[in-house]
């Protein structure tokens, strides 16, 4: 008996999301980093958690988000978000490759963020925008320092906590840092930090560096009593931005599968509306989502929140780019 053939142009081909290899949104592949064919963006995975000062397996993250992420795969004519009566994603807006994943040295950190570095670097020189998968949260560290040959940035991060540890122990490279080494480089003009939360987001010496470095904190309770504009509003339009985004932000109620939870972070349409307030007003030049652990989430729920969250910043963004170029 002869199989029938599996071509692509078969009428009745559904592409379900379990079908075919998991990338980023079921978008192309590419990574070659030398011939991204004039990506807007490039999806890179930065699969390391020797970093987490508490629970690991956030080295996990990036895959299990490429995975979810195919449920919400898309093609040319984008997705359409009935409450906006807008369509988003469209292959006129944006092209998306999935980059792949910087190489990962076992049991090195330093060398692993090392080539993480490299790996920006190489986006930025094609000219695409890096939206990054991690990963703990450290890796942003080494993402902001790659910008250190681009125009200055100012870096608004979403968390649970101040992560403006100096150092413990010895050790200056842990996830709870990559603001205070973020506040040392010298193309970061300033740092806000928008959602934390609970009394274990800071110590109070790590609390007085950050305010005499000059960070624009909103807590949590501060951010549901003004909104997103006021939150953001210190910021000038049009400013380059890099967004840090710590699932930790999000309540454990929709977020479990964090190392490090804490109750009362943002729902959904909170950090969707931050989100989108940021894609309005400034010019973002990169991003990165860390800290999903799928080990503490067997359901899945966080890599798809990650997800899903992605997508609608991914379109936000874009979507705001082509009105200003209108």
């Known amino acids: 008996m002869t199989r029938p053939s599996m071509s692509r142009n078969m009428a009745e081909r559904m592409d379900l999301p379990f079908v075919g290899l998991a990338t980023f949104a079921a978008q192309p592949a590419c990574t070659n980093w030398d011939k991204l064919d004039g990506a807007d963006v490039a999806v890179l995975g930065v699969p390391i ?14 895959r299990a988000i490429r995975e979810m992420s195919m449920f ?61 998968l991690g990963g703990d949260h450290a890796i942003t560290m080494a993402m902001i320092a790659a910008y250190s040959d681009q125009k200055p940035i100012q870096i608004v991060h979403l ?83 890099y967004v840090s985004i710590d699932i930790d932000s999000f309540d454990p109620s929709i977020a479990p599968g964090t190392a490090t939870i804490s109750h009362g972070g943002f729902n959904y349409y909170e950090a969707k509306d931050l989100l989108r307030e940021v894609a309005t007003r400034f010019d973002v030049v990169g991003v990165d989502f860390v800290e999903v652990s799928p080990p503490y989430d067997p359901s899945g729920v966080t890599s798809l929140l990650a997800a899903r969250t992605s997508l609608d910043f991914i379109g936000s963004i874009f979507h705001e780019r082509a009105k200003r170029r209108r």
């Open 49 to 62: 958690d020797t970093a987490s000062s508490y629970r690991v397996g956030t080295r996990f993250g990036p």
């Open 72 to 132: 919400h795969g898309f093609g040319p004519d984008g997705v359409f978000d009935f409450e906006d009566e807008v369509t988003y994603l469209t292959a006129d807006q944006v092209k998306i490759v999935d980059a792949g994943d910087s190489d990962v040295i076992y049991a090195d950190t330093k060398r692993s963020l090392a080539n993480a570095e490299l790996a920006v670097r190489a986006l930025l020189d094609a000219g695409t925008m890096p939206y990054i």
């Open 159 to 241: 968390d649970a906590h101040f992560d403006f540890i100096d150092e413990r122990n010895g050790i200056s490279w842990g996830h709870g840092s990559p603001m205070r080494r973020a506040s040392e480089m010298a193309h970061v003009k300033g740092i806000t930090t928008v959602g934390p939360h609970n009394m274990a987001s800071v110590s109070r010496k790590d609390y007085e560096a950050a305010k005499a470095y000059g960070t624009h904190v909103v807590s949590m309770r501060k951010f549901r009593t003004i909104g997103a504009a006021a939150a953001l509003a210190h910021i000038p339009d049009r400013e380059r931005v």
